[in-house]
């Protein structure tokens, strides 16, 4: 590491009254790491302020050539003690020259950083200006297109600047390129320039953004232009099949506008930004991503084949209500520092699940939150080496660790149950003051638990330390008695926990089904379910935990309703993985006859995906074999006798899934050959 030692000659013959500031120096850069590491983030935050970005990038039309650059960064500094470091994680090379203030620096590089000496600084209003050549790792160049993806902390693999998330900045954005490309970017375009066979666009200055939230999109696309509820929005795509693009392009604008006048009434905020556009890339790395103003967007998930079943359509619209909520939580009200990046998904995702409602009026909304969450925060909260949904993060470069099923999925269930404790009216008012109060800046997850726990008569601090900073869930016992029984929650990791929760419970008396509401806390209480009725914890799928359950129950599936059919399907599943209740084999056959009469597709897709997992992980080959017929007769069947598309598409897929059989593989293979033509089944457009 890098020591400032002709410092200390100074300072020994001037005397000691700066002593403090140049140990404080050298401090810093003896702990200089790779990466961002919390200390060196908290230290810029207290010392930069008015941060902008002037950024000019030179983009050639083939995929070899460097991409020459230029960089303007201004901003306020109220301490020059110390040298001031950018993160830089390419190599110094690439950095052709940096002048600070009006004079060239005298810089150095190490360890990811160009430290620029204390000495070049001044206290108040500092410029630097630097060239350089782009790193090309995060700006996914490709022979006819590029875009940037710069989350969690890869802008510096890019460019030199202060990469970290809560300091936000103004950007200024130039690019010059082939003249047939197409641009967005996260501020509208300001003045476009000709120049023969390339062209130079000027963006707008930006709102106050995150660093990662930078972006820009540039390449052959064709743009498309639609104005929705008085918003003009664009959208760039490369789909050849124009067909294709016909028959999704008008919902795919329709439910962002649906979004966004959702988004904008729950808040009684107006969209926050200048504008709103999107990309669709081919084989982008993730779902989506929220840049301010320039969603990217993987082009298949919104550009779906003929005929697409309900899941995938629930899938489009879910996924964006989710980029789009992310304009408010999370481009406008941005975490303070990455160990906090599971509230802009859980905001995200949770608004998300309500945004979609209006979209699809016909849909069980509980149903759908029950089969996309709980399964998936199941698979790592059953585990031993399950993470809390708010984890420490010491360096920005392992933020990536963080993402997963926990922050997508459990944390979405946790702010339901933290909605009800509420009250939703009262979370609504909570969450306009929480937007209000931190917009185009940054909070934590205790800033928001801070203004809810003043609408509350909820201990919200001790409910969140649960719920949130500790891994695992709660498992239940069930005490029946003759006229009624009591439930008690139990830590299984001994250490008395309580996860405070809301969930009914649905006894069948009589031939009807009654349901009553509970509140489980850290007392046992009961519950009306005489001795010998048959009774189902967690009808309504909203509880969160390991719930005993009857396997008898699937003989009641007809008098069940669907909501208690998901919530009897995940309980059973967890049970028998946690080795109660009910064998895999007799699980499986039980599942095939549901399978034959059930036809939510909800449903159908989450028994299919438990067969899925227990056919190939829990049986044996010999009972492998076995099952296999079965399930190939009957899924086959299945798909041929289906009257809806997507319903023959979902049993056609699991068929696939499961074939084993050297005539389901033949039949497959006729099929791929088109020797074998199933009316109805559209298998693939390209």
Request: hydrophobic share 45%; aromatic share 12%.
């Amino acid at each position: 590491m890098l020591h400032f030692k002709s410092h200390y000659v100074f300072i020994f013959l001037g005397g000691v009254l700066f002593s403090s500031a140049v140990t404080a120096q050298s401090t810093l850069i003896d702990e200089l790491r790779p990466g961002v590491t919390k200390q060196l983030a908290e230290h810029r935050k207290s010392v930069l302020s008015g941060l902008s970005y002037d950024l000019t990038f030179d983009l050639p039309a083939t995929i070899d050539q460097g991409i020459s650059a230029s960089s303007i960064i201004e901003f306020e500094l109220s301490d020059v003690s110390e040298p001031l470091i950018l993160d830089f994680r390419e190599s110094a090379e690439k950095i052709s020259s940096v002048v600070v203030n009006g004079q060239r620096s005298d810089y150095r590089f190490d360890s990811e950083h160009l430290i620029v000496p204390a000495r070049e600084l001044r206290v108040s209003h500092n410029r630097i200006s630097l060239q350089f050549t782009a790193g090309d790792s995060s700006l996914n160049r490709n022979p006819e297109f590029l875009y940037t993806l710069f989350v969690p902390d890869r802008a510096r693999t890019a460019f030199p600047l202060f990469d970290q998330p809560n300091l936000k900045a103004r950007y200024t954005l130039t690019l010059t390129m082939p003249a047939d490309w197409e641009a967005i970017a996260n501020a509208p375009l300001r003045q476009l320039e000709p120049l023969g066979e390339r062209k130079r666009l000027r963006f707008a200055t930006t709102d106050l953004i995150s660093s990662y939230l930078f972006s820009f999109v540039a390449g052959q696309f064709q743009r498309e232009i639609r104005r929705v509820n008085g918003r003009e929005m664009v959208m760039l795509h490369r789909e050849s099949d124009q067909g294709k693009v016909a028959r999704n392009i008008d919902v795919i604008f329709d439910l962002h506008g649906a979004a966004l006048s959702w988004l904008e009434e729950y808040t009684a905020i107006d969209y926050p930004f200048q504008k709103f556009d999107f990309a669709l890339i081919p084989s982008f790395q993730y779902g989506g991503m929220e840049h301010v103003g320039a969603i990217q967007y993987r082009a298949d998930s919104l550009l779906l084949n003929a005929q697409p079943s309900q899941t995938e359509l629930l899938s489009r619209a879910s996924l964006i209500a989710h980029e789009t909520a992310h304009m408010w939580f999370g481009d406008l009200v941005t975490m303070d520092w990455f160990n906090d990046v599971w509230t802009k998904e859980v905001f995200a995702n949770f608004m998300a699940a309500k945004i979609v409602n209006p979209s699809f009026p016909n849909i069980n909304h509980d149903l759908n939150f029950l089969v996309r969450h709980f399964p998936n925060a199941y698979a790592v909260d059953r585990t031993e080496g399950a993470n809390p949904i708010r984890q420490d993060l010491q360096n920005l470069n392992e933020a990536g660790t963080l993402y997963g099923n926990i922050i997508y999925n459990k944390a979405p269930i946790m702010m339901q149950q933290l909605e009800a404790v509420v009250g939703q009216s009262e979370f609504q008012s909570g969450i306009r003051e929480y937007l209000g109060a931190f917009a185009y800046g940054n909070a934590t997850w205790l800033d928001l638990i801070g203004i809810l726990e003043r609408k509350s008569d909820v201990d919200l601090r001790s409910w969140s330390d649960v719920w949130v900073n500790t891994a695992g869930r709660p498992h239940f016992l069930l005490e029946k008695t003759a006229a009624s029984s009591g439930l008690t929650q139990v830590d299984p990791g001994g250490t008395g926990r309580v996860w405070p929760q809301q969930f009914s419970v649905s006894v069948l008396a009589n031939g009807s089904w009654l349901s009553e509401s509970v509140e489980s806390g850290p007392s046992a209480f009961q519950v009306f379910w005489p001795e010998a009725s048959a009774g189902l914890l967690n009808a309504d799928g909203k509880g969160y935990g390991l719930f005993p359950v009857d396997p008898e129950l699937f003989f009641a599936w007809q008098s069940l309703d669907d909501t208690q059919r998901g919530s009897l399907l995940v309980s059973l599943f967890e049970n028998l993985l946690d080795g109660n209740s009910i064998s895999v084999g007799d699980y499986l056959k039980r599942l095939i006859t549901i399978i034959e009469i059930e036809d939510n597709q909800l449903l159908l897709n989450l028994m299919l995906r438990q067969v899925n997992r227990l056919y190939w992980n829990f049986l044996s080959d010999a009972a492998r074999i076995e099952a296999a017929v079965a399930f190939e007769e009957t899924l086959w069947t299945l798909m041929l006798d289906a009257d809806n598309p997507s319903s023959k598409k979902i049993f056609f897929d699991a068929y696939c899934d499961l074939a084993l059989t050297r005539g389901a593989l033949d039949q497959l293979l006729k099929v791929s050959n088109a020797e074998t033509i199933v009316d109805g089944l559209i298998l693939s457009e390209t």
